[in-house]
């Protein structure tokens, strides 16, 4: 499961609060992905990072925010929640062998 | 990163090969396939990859047509635990594509006794 864990798996708060979720891995990697994935959606790239303190944005930011602060750790932030942030929220690797990306087993978020 | 085209959802049978195609008449030159599938409620999982030739790992089989736009991944026996969803993307291999996968709806593929 290339060592890749997620904290918490499920959680259920309240519109406005802020919520993070954090996303471990235990192999060293450089590249971590935060995706998110919605009935008739898909999984959506939010943030990305390629080092420690180097994150980027992808196509589905708007509201989210993100930080490395090390390698082993890639933590997402709702600054507010919404009800339209009710998704359930992945994280992966990138390993450097066939560049294939290795996914945490999810946290599933619920805004009321 | 090229679209992709997938039919919405296919069946096959137990101990069948399973043939998902797919379109990518836009694909680049430097543009790898990618295959993932996502078995209910986890995290999608890597399955294959190539450029332009074919490829073949414990899991399955990568054909790409020669002139790219178009590959199918082959399932050589499915059981029951191949029932997902399977998606295939194209990406570039470097630069700021690096690691970037953009996920269609994939084909839903359903493996039955």
């Known amino acids: 499961d290339a060592g890749i864990t997620q904290s918490p798996r499920h959680k259920v708060t309240e519109t406005g609060t802020p919520v993070t979720l954090r996303c471990h891995q235990t192999?060293?990697?450089?590249?971590m992905y935060w995706y998110r994935q919605d009935p008739g959606h898909g999984l959506r790239l939010i943030h990305y990072?390629?080092?420690?303190?180097?994150?980027d944005k992808g196509e589905v930011s708007d509201g989210y925010s993100v930080s490395r602060s090390k390698t082993e750790d890639f933590l997402l932030t709702l600054e507010s929640a919404t009800s339209s942030q009710t998704s359930v929220y992945f994280c992966?690797?990138?390993?450097?062998?066939?560049?294939?990306?290795?996914f945490g087993p999810g946290t599933r978020l619920t805004v009321l | 990163d090229a679209k992709t085209t997938q039919p919405t959802s296919m069946d096959c049978a137990e101990g069948r090969a399973a043939n998902l195609p797919c379109n990518h008449s836009t694909i680049s030159g430097n543009e790898y396939v990618y295959w993932y599938r996502q078995i209910h409620s986890q995290g999608p999982q890597y399955i294959i990859h190539g450029l332009k030739n074919n490829e073949t790992n414990e899991m399955a089989s990568l054909i790409i047509t020669e002139d790219r736009k178009s590959s199918t991944l082959i399932l050589p026996h499915a059981t029951l635990r191949d029932t997902a969803v399977y998606y295939c993307?194209?990406?570039?291999?470097?630069?700021?594509?690096?690691?970037?996968?953009?996920f269609g709806q994939g084909t839903i593929l359903t493996v039955h006794p």
């Open positions: 992966a690797i990138n390993r450097d062998r066939n560049n294939e990306q290795f």
């Open positions: 192999e060293n990697h450089r590249y």
């Open positions: 990072s390629y080092g420690v303190k180097d994150t």
């Open positions: 993307i194209v990406r570039g291999a470097g630069g700021t594509s690096y690691g970037k996968l953009t």
